[in-house]
């Protein structure tokens, strides 16, 4: 018979379920996730550090998980909140369940519990801090455990995710089966900054004709043109971005190089929120964040509304923002801040995750601007 397992919340509410998954207990901040699919994809994901996600498709697991649908070599999660664990996947390209996986790598998951309230609780409420934890336990001591948890304002989770060693990355788009789609030509060289990649980014980038140099968050930007780029990426990443100082130095420092010999600069998620900081601009905690592969976007260029893959906690403050940076997408959902672009430097992006995996491709035009802006500037 499986565990007892609780989940805990800031607010005295405490929720008990069984356990699916490994034993031991957990803090985080508690968010959910609209997705009906791709939970291989969510839970690698380095995005998701220090969360506990709350899956509100009903039932997860049932495709089992496999090698090639992961973001990263290990799950980044603290802890998985499901109303039906299944524990009998089915799927030709499964290797394993979902709970032995997760078992393996030290992820907690509860399962019986009642996901659409405790969705609308966050939804009302905002995100929490909570703390998920099996076997015999005092949920008054849960409580006090999710409570007393600093939370993710003024939480600096990049050094958690972020590579320490400098990596080449030359893999491309894979298929089902796990092999290369195509070779392209490497015709750029990227110098990427690790907050927390996600493995498709790369294989896009590498898709798209660029050699990738990966380097730790806390590089240099005298270290970074030493590679002599043709592109710089600002990758995704957890945490609240306005304590990742460092960071915001360092890309205040090659935007200035960017003024001055055109060098292209793309950013996604957090990537794009530490852009802003570095142009002068601000961040604000959404109350409940967008996580889910269905977040409408308005593409202000074109005039068309592109359905995107999200995961953040954290937006872009508009009035904030200097002058020769506009605002190119909107969430039309709550017409919060989806993509910046500069107005005279092929330096620009966006909030969501052109990549998808899991999600829509509507967005992946992002990665050819980048391709041509590298192909101007080798020009120049």
């Not at 985080?28 to 509100?56: H, K």
């Not at 990355?169 to 490497?186: C, E, M, Q, Y």
């Not at 900054?193 to 660029?210: M, N, P, Q, T, Y």
């Amino acid at each position: 018979m499986p565990e007892k397992a609780y989940i805990a919340l800031e607010d005295g509410t405490v929720y008990e379920g069984e356990q699916f998954g490994a034993s031991g207990v957990h803090v985080g901040e508690v968010v959910f996730n609209t997705s009906m699919m791709g939970y291989q994809e969510i839970f690698t994901d380095p995005s998701y550090a220090r969360q506990i996600v709350t899956m509100t498709y009903p039932q997860i697991g049932n495709y089992g998980v496999n090698p090639d649908d992961v973001e990263s070599p290990h799950p980044w999660i603290d802890g998985v909140i499901v109303k039906e664990y299944s524990p009998y996947p089915s799927n030709y390209r499964m290797t394993g369940s979902l709970g032995d996986w997760l078992r393996e790598h030290g992820v907690v998951g509860i399962s019986g519990i009642d996901t659409r309230m405790l969705t609308k609780k966050l939804r009302v409420n905002g995100s929490m801090k909570g703390c998920i934890a099996t076997g015999d336990q005092d949920p008054d001591e849960l409580v006090k455990r999710a409570r007393d948890w600093q939370g993710m304002t003024g939480l600096d989770c990049v050094n958690i995710v972020s590579r320490k060693e400098p990596q080449v990355w030359t893999d491309g788009v894979h298929d089902l089966a796990g092999s290369i789609v195509s070779k392209s030509a490497l015709k750029y060289h990227v110098v990427a900054f690790d907050f927390g990649f996600k493995e498709s980014i790369l294989r896009l980038l590498v898709h798209h004709g660029a050699k990738v140099t990966i380097l730790p968050a806390s590089s240099t930007a005298e270290e970074v043109l030493e590679y002599k780029p043709d592109g710089i990426f600002l990758a995704n990443g957890p945490g609240d971005p306005e304590a990742v100082t460092y960071a915001i130095d360092t890309i205040r420092k090659l935007l200035s190089v960017s003024d001055k010999t055109g060098l292209p600069i793309f950013g996604i998620c957090l990537g794009v929120q530490l852009m802003a900081w570095a142009f002068g601009g601000k961040t604000f905690k959404l109350k409940f964040g967008h996580r889910g592969v269905n977040q409408p976007v308005m593409n202000h260029d074109t005039g068309k509304v592109e359905i995107t893959a999200q995961n953040h906690g954290f937006a872009i403050d508009p009035s904030s923002l200097p002058n020769d940076l506009r605002v190119t997408h909107t969430n039309l959902n709550d017409r919060t801040v989806e993509g910046l672009q500069h107005t005279r430097l092929p330096i620009f992006g966006v909030q969501y995750h052109p990549e998808a995996s899991s999600g829509p491709h509507d967005a992946r035009y992002l990665f050819r601007r980048f391709d041509k802006f590298m192909e101007t500037y080798l020009k120049s």
